[in-house]
């Protein structure tokens, strides 16, 4: 029989705030963290906004000289692991080290690395590069920086399945407790490339939005006016631990997992199909592992991005999924005030349903002004919503055609 897991700590740095309580203040206030792009000159770029984390200071968490030999993305995922091992109030004691891993993924990992490095190359040669060129960069480097932290010696792995990224991670690292392999994970998702060659790239595929004049009301997941996602940034994390151990050790607790599912569209790079089989697919799967019926869904975190295409898809695979009782679930996307993390969006995204389950209180989904009739059901819209969360879903689909789902249940004694 599988072992019981559920969520002790989390660990966020977002757009809407640096640190857990800072993020979720700001998400229930519904406060956007979009604007205008400071970090290069935007002029002939068609979208000039995105979810810049403002006031982060990567030597409150990482060692001054340490800092140029990483990347944006490990530094975001040391500062997000920091806030939930002392939320989670672990600490690794030696004879536990091969029962504590390490999970945290990346869609894209170090392109602010490469771009500067490349730079570097044209313009003064191959003997400019930096000799931390290559470990600053590369995915599993947050993974193994946090192992070395913290003395984590268990499964030490990265993914990187695009916008699916965080949510694996979690999962994954759900099953690797469920199982035995760990006690332990510490799991989740980071990403920091709000670059020139990055927000050129998803120019160029006209996936992002260019309501420029506004950009807090930009990401508009589910409303007719909606022409596009909003690059963000930052990180989340979870500790889960087999849930004996954290009695044992009076652990405070979110939220047990209880289900995950996998799923791929083998349809097209980008866009998903228009019928959602694979949204439909990977939310059923989840449902299925976790032995419970799709009514008894309480919440959906959506993975509601803001394009025309992907929320009405991810509507009718919702749709049906539940079928008559669609309209009964709570469903938002916190993405209309983060914007869109990338590969950290289902590390962030899944803590954020932890704490909806732990709180009974459900974010909205801002900017929904105009219905669209394609997507009908209840997004929580403009205001945060008391509401007792028995199992709560998170989604997270990728380009590539690769799907994440995850369910959590009110964490119960028996």
Same mark, same amino acid.
């Given at each position: 029989? %599988?072992?019981?897991?559920?969520?002790?700590?989390?660990?966020?740095?977002?757009?809407?705030?640096?640190?857990?309580?800072?993020?979720?203040?700001?998400?229930?206030?519904?406060?956007?963290?979009?604007?205008?792009?400071?970090?290069? %000159?935007?002029?002939? #770029?068609?979208?000039? =906004?995105?979810?810049?984390?403002?006031?982060?200071?990567?030597?409150?968490? &990482?060692?001054?000289?340490?800092?140029? @030999?990483?990347?944006?993305?490990?530094?975001?995922?040391?500062?997000?692991?920091?806030?939930?091992? *002392? %939320?989670?109030?672990?600490?690794?004691?030696? +004879?536990?080290? *091969?029962?504590?891993?390490? #999970?945290?993924?990346?869609?894209?990992?170090?392109?602010?690395?490469?771009?500067?490095?490349?730079?570097?190359?044209?313009?003064?040669?191959?003997?400019?590069?930096?000799?931390?060129?290559?470990?600053?960069?590369?995915?599993?480097?947050?993974?193994?920086?946090?192992?070395?932290? #913290?003395?984590? @010696?268990?499964?030490?792995?990265?993914?990187?399945?695009?916008?699916?990224?965080?949510? !694996?991670?979690?999962?994954?690292? $759900?099953?690797?407790? /469920?199982?035995?392999?760990?006690?332990?994970?510490?799991?989740?998702?980071? *990403?920091?490339?709000?670059?020139?060659?990055?927000?050129?790239?998803?120019?160029?595929?006209?996936?992002?939005?260019?309501?420029? %004049?506004?950009?807090?009301?930009?990401?508009?997941?589910?409303?007719?006016?909606?022409?596009?996602?909003?690059?963000?940034?930052?990180?989340?994390?979870?500790?889960?631990?087999?849930?004996?151990?954290?009695?044992?050790?009076?652990?405070? =607790?979110?939220?047990?997992?209880?289900?995950?599912?996998?799923?791929?569209?083998?349809? !097209?790079?980008?866009?998903?199909? +228009?019928?959602?089989?694979?949204? $439909?697919?990977?939310?059923?799967?989840?449902?299925?592992? /976790?032995?419970?019926?799709?009514?008894?869904?309480? $919440?959906?975190? /959506?993975?509601?991005?803001?394009?025309?295409?992907?929320?009405?898809?991810?509507?009718?695979?919702?749709?049906?999924?539940?079928?008559?009782?669609?309209?009964?679930?709570?469903?938002?996307?916190?993405?209309?005030?983060?914007? !869109?993390?990338?590969?950290?969006?289902?590390?962030?995204?899944?803590?954020?349903? /932890?704490?909806? &389950? @732990?709180?009974?209180?459900?974010?909205?989904?801002?900017? $929904?002004?105009?219905?669209?009739?394609?997507?009908?059901?209840?997004?929580?819209?403009?205001?945060?919503?008391?509401?007792?969360?028995? #199992?709560?879903?998170?989604?997270?689909?990728?380009?590539?055609?690769?799907?994440?789902?995850?369910?959590?249940?009110?964490?119960? *004694?028996?």
């Amino acid at each position: 029989m %599988d072992r019981r897991v559920v969520v002790t700590g989390i660990g966020l740095i977002s757009p809407v705030g640096v640190g857990n309580e800072e993020n979720w203040k700001n998400l229930l206030a519904g406060r956007s963290g979009i604007g205008l792009i400071t970090r290069f %000159d935007t002029t002939d #770029y068609p979208s000039r =906004i995105a979810g810049e984390i403002r006031g982060f200071d990567p030597a409150a968490f &990482v060692p001054k000289k340490e800092v140029k @030999k990483m990347d944006l993305f490990i530094q975001y995922a040391l500062a997000a692991v920091q806030f939930a091992m *002392e %939320d989670a109030r672990l600490v690794i004691a030696p +004879e536990e080290q *091969e029962r504590v891993g390490v #999970y945290v993924g990346s869609g894209i990992g170090g392109l602010p690395s490469i771009e500067a490095q490349h730079t570097e190359l044209l313009q003064s040669g191959p003997r400019k590069i930096s000799p931390f060129f290559i470990v600053g960069l590369i995915v599993n480097l947050a993974s193994g920086h946090v192992s070395m932290r #913290y003395g984590a @010696k268990g499964p030490n792995l990265a993914n990187s399945t695009a916008c699916a990224t965080g949510t !694996h991670a979690v999962g994954d690292s $759900y099953r690797l407790i /469920a199982r035995g392999d760990a006690d332990v994970m510490i799991c989740g998702g980071t *990403e920091g490339v709000i670059t020139p060659l990055a927000v050129g790239g998803f120019c160029a595929m006209r996936a992002l939005s260019t309501r420029n %004049d506004d950009p807090e009301k930009a990401c508009r997941p589910f409303d007719a006016g909606r022409d596009g996602f909003v690059m963000g940034e930052g990180a989340g994390i979870l500790i889960l631990e087999e849930m004996e151990r954290a009695r044992k050790r009076g652990a405070p =607790i979110y939220a047990e997992v209880v289900g995950y599912g996998l799923s791929g569209d083998a349809f !097209h790079v980008a866009a998903p199909s +228009e019928d959602g089989d694979g949204p $439909y697919r990977v939310m059923r799967n989840a449902v299925l592992d /976790a032995g419970i019926d799709a009514t008894q869904i309480d $919440y959906i975190n /959506a993975h509601g991005t803001s394009t025309p295409e992907g929320d009405r898809v991810e509507t009718l695979a919702i749709r049906r999924l539940l079928k008559d009782s669609a309209r009964n679930v709570a469903i938002s996307s916190t993405k209309s005030m983060t914007g !869109h993390l990338l590969g950290a969006a289902g590390g962030l995204e899944s803590a954020i349903t /932890a704490l909806v &389950v @732990k709180h009974g209180i459900i974010p909205p989904t801002i900017n $929904y002004t105009t219905p669209d009739p394609e997507c009908d059901l209840d997004y929580v819209p403009n205001e945060a919503r008391r509401r007792a969360v028995t #199992y709560a879903m998170n989604n997270s689909f990728g380009f590539g055609g690769t799907n994440a789902c995850l369910i959590f249940r009110r964490f119960e *004694e028996a």
